[in-house]
């Protein structure tokens, strides 16, 4: 048996009950065989894989507070410091219902990748809990988040594992989870980031991981002599990343005419208004459903469907597996060109698959939206230095770095001989340097 099959059938076997974490271990396996396969010899003597696969450490901890009734309510808290071969562990917190030790790892595992692949010296971590921030109110919230940090401030730290948002967590609950991090250490560092801008909190990361998608977009687009301007796009979910995608499109000419949330769709086909959704979204906090009120031309659908509308490109930025071979298979029947990745893994392995045997233009989400691990990653900078950059130097820096992941992907993709397939060459570039400092680092 193949060196990939012994440990995919390792991780099946030492995991069970994990079944996002086996997908997702399976689909970078694959890709990286040829890698493997080249190097099998000196990656099975280090035991690499085996290391490669097993996280760290995972902490698993209650997380008991009181609701606005006096009730005592417990949810379970984790963080998972997946790889730390080339720098703190680095990676969100995400606060949803479903939560589980399975999303979690595979968040973690596919972190370490697209953390390696922005060329900054962060390592691969992600965390969070089962609480649900819908519907609470911010007291709820902010008792939820101090009790969390109240067990998770002993595992991290500004040079150990520098924890952000993800779903469910923004700027409020950023910035309760700081501000208890503080009181008990007694320390003012860039421990997480997504912080406010008065407490650290970098210009631009708010708007990074929208904008990152689009300015890696726009660089596969222009290497297959295609355009953003004058493109007919979907982007599912209507979240930060989402909104900030959107933002950055309309900035370059693209017409977005659906977006959705978990209850459903809505489809303008003069063109979203994005001011609407952010009030809706960023201000009330309320359903999307509501847009046709304020824009009654548009049509709202309850439930999934959104990938059947006419595209030329598709952004998927909601959740993980949202998009399925059969809406795959739409997409390409409706002319699609392009998809790239705002969430993570929310195509699933059959229609990545198909997106890349059918000539579709597919930037998988370690790359596309690695854009905002690598703002963060800025914000600590701008922390240790306690310095603040302008609007344009981070923004620019941003560019920079998403150009580079897309070279980066490309380069490994022709090198092993699948010129194209971005998901096999950012698996493997990001494995490439991941495993050589696992090997330089000796056997911990
Ligand atoms: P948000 O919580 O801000 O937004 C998530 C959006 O997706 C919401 O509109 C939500 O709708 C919608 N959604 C959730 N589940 C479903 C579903 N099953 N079907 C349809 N819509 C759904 O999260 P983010 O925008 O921050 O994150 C989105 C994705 O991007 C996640 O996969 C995340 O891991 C990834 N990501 C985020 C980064 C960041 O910097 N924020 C960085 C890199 C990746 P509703 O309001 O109804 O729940």
Redesign the pocket.
């Known amino acids: 048996m193949s060196y990939v099959d012994e440990i995919y059938e390792r991780v099946v076997a030492q995991n069970p009950n994990e079944a996002e974490f086996h997908q997702a271990v399976k689909e970078v396996l694959d890709s990286l065989k040829l890698v493997i396969d080249a190097n099998e010899e000196k990656y099975r003597k280090a035991g690499l894989l085996e290391r490669f696969v097993e996280p760290e450490r995972v902490v698993s901890f209650r997380v008991p507070w009181v609701d606005d009734n006096g009730n005592v309510q417990v949810n379970k808290g984790y963080r998972v410091q997946f790889n730390s071969a080339i720098g703190p562990y680095k990676g ?1 917190l ?1 606060l949803h219902p479903s939560v589980n030790q399975s999303i979690l790892k595979f ?1 973690g595992f596919e972190q370490t990748l697209k953390n390696s692949l922005t060329g900054l010296p962060i390592g691969g971590g992600k965390g969070g809990s089962n609480f649900d921030p ?1 519907g609470k109110s911010d007291r709820e919230v902010m008792a939820f988040c101090q009790s969390f940090m109240t067990e998770l401030y002993r595992h991290i730290g500004a040079d150990t594992d520098c924890p ?5 967590v ?1 700027a409020r609950e950023v910035g309760f989870l700081y501000g208890q991090y503080k009181r008990i250490t007694g320390r003012y560092e860039g421990v997480l980031t997504g912080k406010g801008l008065t407490f650290g909190g970098s210009l631009a990361r708010t708007e ?2 929208g904008y990152g998608l689009i300015y890696i977009l726009d660089e596969m687009l222009k290497h297959h002599n295609q355009q953003i301007e004058g493109k007919t796009v979907l982007v ?7 909104i900030y995608a959107v933002q950055k499109l309309q900035q370059l000419g693209a017409k977005v005419v659906a977006m ?4 459903g769709y809505i489809y303008d086909k003069e063109g979203i208004k994005l001011d609407v959704i952010r009030d809706i ?1 960023e201000v009330r906090r309320a359903r999307i459903s509501e847009y046709v009120k304020a824009v009654p031309t548009a049509v709202y659908t309850e439930g ?1 469907g959104i990938w059947s509308i006419p595209c030329d490109i598709a952004l998927p ?4 597996n ?1 998009l399925n071979l059969e809406d795959a298979k739409m997409l390409k029947a409706n002319g699609c060109i392009a998809v790239a990745e ?3 893994m ?1 195509s699933t392995r059959e229609a990545t698959d198909y997106f890349v045997e059918n000539n579709i233009l597919f930037m998988p ?1 370690k790359a596309a ?1 690695a854009g ?2 690598a703002t963060s990653a800025l914000e600590q900078s701008q922390n240790s230095m306690r310095m603040s950059w302008t609007f344009e130097e981070v923004d620019a820096k941003l560019k920079d770095i998403m150009v580079n992941i897309y070279a980066k992907a490309a380069d490994a993709a022709q090198r092993y001989g699948v010129p194209g397939n971005y998901v096999a060459g950012a698996n493997i570039a990001g494995f490439e340097k991941v495993a050589e400092a696992m090997i330089g680092q000796g056997i911990v």
């Open positions: 969100g995400r968040l819908k952000a948002g993800d779903i469910g923004g990074a991981t599912s979910g209507s979240g930060n990343v989402a959705c949330d978990s209850n979204k999934k930025c909601a959740t993980q949202e705002g969430a993570n929310p989400g939206n905002g691990v």
